[in-house]
DNA sequence: TTGTATGCGTTATCAT
DNA sequence: ATGATAACGCATACAA
């Protein structure tokens, strides 16, 4: 009775379906159909026996063993830039909402817009033996990903399209974003709107300039070279700040304008917030000086003063969508790639100002 | 020549070691001592034939089989409310380093400070067979905890501090923070202060008003209980607005005292950043009514207007180093537990008005 | 309904 | 220096 009471030491061996068949007086097959809950028939009273004994032992089921076995995981990569950019945090939460109902976990991986990095962590994922994943790819190079598809594992894109690799996507109308944004600011009664972007590197940046072309074209207002305000610095590692940091040096580009633009539309919410504060530091006044309008609707434009004007781009859906086409692909053998184009919104703030009424 | 150019096909099986030491020629032991880098003595010659004919299989190594054979896992768990929360992802990105620095990768894991759905994931880990979990808990009983412990798992906890458990652990002095903030508005003049807070239902926020009532005490000002603003809602999902919305709430609070206070201090930025929304919304301006104080130095407080002076918790840091005090207890059998207590600093920026200086 | 035996992919032990 | 083989924990095909 008393060696019984066997102190636990950090170096006890791990509980197997083994020491539960032997508690229980059975075999591990059966320990293992009950523990498992494979829906496969077993007596009421071993089952009990068994229930009891795993429980007295404390027995925990080895995921390790399950999967080498059954060679399948519950576990799906998702790679994006970065968890510090509150855009992407809320993609993940998207993502991991899905992955939660249907079972799966999430192996979270911050590819800080490196593509070395990324590959890596690409193939970590794969040799974890993932079967899907869902990325926000950097590379121009998706050879990795498409060798992976080879392979079986699903995928997934989001946030940068990309032509070159097959398969499900779920992006946006960054275009009809810009539209609407400079639409807004004309119907305010301005025509002299600037954008400002940092480089135009990457093809939402690129698609979200196209709308601000657009609009002018469609007012007849004439597109003036100097009014686009593209920051030249290489974007360092993608933070919350480097944007930020970005928005305050396009700001000063602004003020050194010799004809200045009443309204400025910011290629994000993060530049847009840069710019305001870099605005302020110069007197100038948003919106009563210069108005100022965003792009993304990340949750701090609603808490900055003054609340920031913006396109929204639903984060959280895009998330959750990509997440249920992958898990969908993984789960159906006859499926098709599918792709969606989540649409923009108009959120307005404070942060324009309406020239057309007398104040 | 022709069917070797077989189509691989989504159903391809995997290819082993085995394959490789078919394809090179040897056995499968052979491959494994040369692909896993174990510093075993292998020919020259046939080392390279192995590692040729890895390259032209397309061999990757299975992980789940190595973890299953080695029984050590290279993934560290990491448990925190919410990765919506830029303090948070802030602390998660200095794990992520320092563990990537190691060649470990981390299960992140948001428990949405729901004690139900962090016993899951404390479960869901062990399950994994990681060896380590970093942790802000939530719930009050850590038994769960215990339990891994006891089976060999190491744990640190941070954030919320408890004596409860025995692990190392990286804390934060509230009170020298609560201290710092209030008698540098002591400082600058002020003397009718204002403590906002959300309930005080954690050790956190009840030690840095401990540090409230010091400075008050040191400064022999009258600590007035009317000018402790509590908001009484119960914490809803643990996200961004909510602290924010929050401090909007006490904003209104703080406009419904007889006697309004020249500062206040704000348990964290976001509520801090709400109170300032809600103030201006009154039309009250900060800092010129009232200055605002806030505590965290989240990325946020410094681009919104006015730029927020607050107390800075070093976040990226206690991340970097929890991960450091788990990595090198796992990898050490003899080693002792550690308590790291960070120290605050003063950010001083724009939202608190000097009283003393004549405008 | 239950048990025996095998294999998942890898590494480690032991011969050779 | 190399190879055959057992073992890690689990699930399952097959036998009973």
Redesign the interface.
Known sequence: MVNQMKE?T???K?VTIYDVAAEAGTSAATVSRVLSNSGYPVKEEVRQRIIDAAKKL?Y??????R??KKNI?MDIGVIIP???N?FY??I??GI?QEARQRGY????C?SFRDSETERKYI??L????VRGIVISSIGENHDYLK?LQ???VRIVVFDQWTDDIKCSKVGFNYIKGGLMAVEHLISMGHRKIAFATSPLTRRSRRETMEGFRLALLKHGIPFEEDYVIESESEEEQEN??YE?ENGKKLAVKIMDLKDKPTAVFAVNDMTA??I??GL?NYGVRVPEDISVIGFDNI??SS???P?LTTVNQPSFETGRLACKLLLDSMNDNGYEDVSVVLEPSLIIRKSVRNLLQKT
């Open positions: 636990q950090n170096k006890t791990k404390n925990t089921p080895n995921m390790v063993g999967m080498l995981s970065t968890i510090s509150p945090s809320q993940i939460l991991e976990n999430i192996l979270l911050n193939n970590s794969y040799q974890k033996q060798e080879a392979n079986g919350g700040t930020f917030i840069g305001i504060q302020t949750e701090i808490m900055i003063n609340p």
